[in-house]
């Protein structure tokens, strides 16, 4: 008889526990933090597919110091790529055409100082992206490669304007920006790795065969290339807003054929940090010329707000 209460209390015992078992949810993973990319100071939306963002808008404000002038660089920038489908029939056309890899980029500069007033280029680009799938690993780490097809009309102000000095020396690289003529690039690459756990971590090298028409002037061929770095100081989610980021950039630019013009080269180098709050990013940067960087340099800020992607 006692064998049996024993036996019968157990069960009930088994049975409550059970049922207090099941009342109780699931440990719950978790939630990784958003990567944040680190973004160049040139921005040409390279690190597209790590923001998830398919819709930016960017406003720089730079002041440019050369041969004793001053002079303030406006750029607007606008990106729009295409959101992810969430209607089945579409998302299957999404898939099968890769459709969210492509965006389309608008740019446009202005320019106000002592010696110029002028309304820049404008610039269109397509790009396509191709991720690397041996190299994506969840949201931790992410490698793709880049083509794009920009084209940069001559500045707004007149077919025959001559940039200033201190915009020639500063933006030397850009050719539509240092000169008034047609800038057209038809096949850039460029090719990113992104490590996203913890710290954002970037590399990326780039090259942009170009021709460049100018104004009264023989034609230009010549390639541009770039080589960007960026780290962030602390771990995502660590500090409120993210850890900052610092991000550095060589820009360069070679004329490799003008008709009886010689070879020609311009670089520049850059620094900044990035701060991101929500959606919104902020970047201040320093820019200079290497062989003058005690004449010209260049301090700026951007300004950059996007929509998430969400899939």
Same mark, same amino acid.
């Given at each position: 008889m006692r064998s049996a209460v024993f036996a019968f209390v157990s069960l009930v015992s088994s049975v409550a526990y059970a049922d207090t078992r099941a009342d109780v949810a699931p440990p719950v993973p978790t939630e990784t933090?958003?990567?944040?990319?680190?973004? *160049?100071?040139?921005?040409t939306r390279s690190y597209g597919p790590t923001a998830r963002n398919f819709f930016d808008v960017g406003v720089t404000s730079a002041l440019l110091f050369a041969d004793n002038t001053t002079t303030l660089q406006l750029t607007g920038q606008f990106v729009v790529g295409l959101p992810f489908a969430k209607v089945r029939e579409l998302r299957e056309l999404y898939e099968t055409y890769n459709l969210d890899a492509y965006l389309l980029r608008a740019r446009y500069d202005l320019f106000a100082g002592?010696?110029?007033?002028?309304?820049?280029?404008?610039?269109?680009?397509?790009?396509?992206?191709?991720?690397?799938?041996?190299?994506?690993?969840?949201?931790?780490?992410?490698?793709?490669?880049?083509?794009?097809?920009?084209?940069?009309?001559p500045w707004f102000s007149g077919r025959?304007?001559?940039?200033?000095?201190?915009?020639?020396?500063?933006?030397?690289?850009?050719?539509?920006?240092?000169?008034?003529?047609?800038?057209i690039r038809?096949?850039?690459?460029?090719?990113?790795?992104?490590?996203?756990?913890?710290?954002?971590?970037?590399?990326?090298?780039?090259?942009?065969?170009?021709?460049?028409?100018?104004i009264g002037r023989v034609n230009e061929y010549g390639t541009r290339f770039h080589i960007a770095a960026g780290f962030s100081l602390g771990c995502h989610g660590?500090?409120? *807003?993210?850890?900052?980021?610092?991000?550095l950039e060589y820009r360069g630019r070679v004329r490799m054929y003008a008709g009886d013009q010689g070879?020609?080269?311009?670089?520049?180098?850059?620094?900044?940090?990035?701060?991101?709050?929500?959606?919104?990013?902020?970047?201040?940067?320093?820019?200079?010329?290497?062989?003058?960087l005690g004449t010209a340099a260049a301090f700026g800020v951007r300004l950059q707000a996007g929509m998430e992607n969400k899939r």
């Open positions: 933090p958003t990567a944040r990319p680190v973004v *160049p100071i040139d921005d002592d010696e110029t007033s002028n309304g820049g280029p404008m610039t269109f680009a397509l790009q396509r992206y191709f991720s690397v799938s041996r190299l994506a690993i969840g949201q931790l780490a992410f490698a793709h490669a880049g083509v794009e097809a920009a084209l940069a009309t025959d304007v001559t940039p200033i000095r201190a915009i020639q020396i500063l933006d030397g690289p850009d050719t539509e920006l240092s000169d008034s003529g047609w800038s038809p096949f850039s690459t460029y090719f990113r790795a992104d490590f996203l756990a913890c710290r954002s971590e970037s590399l990326e090298l780039g090259l942009a065969p170009e021709a460049f028409v100018p660590n500090m409120s *807003p993210y850890a900052p980021k610092i991000t070879v020609d080269y311009r670089d520049n180098i850059a620094a900044g940090v990035q701060f991101d709050f929500g959606p919104l990013v902020v970047q201040a940067f320093y820019k200079a010329d290497p062989g003058q």
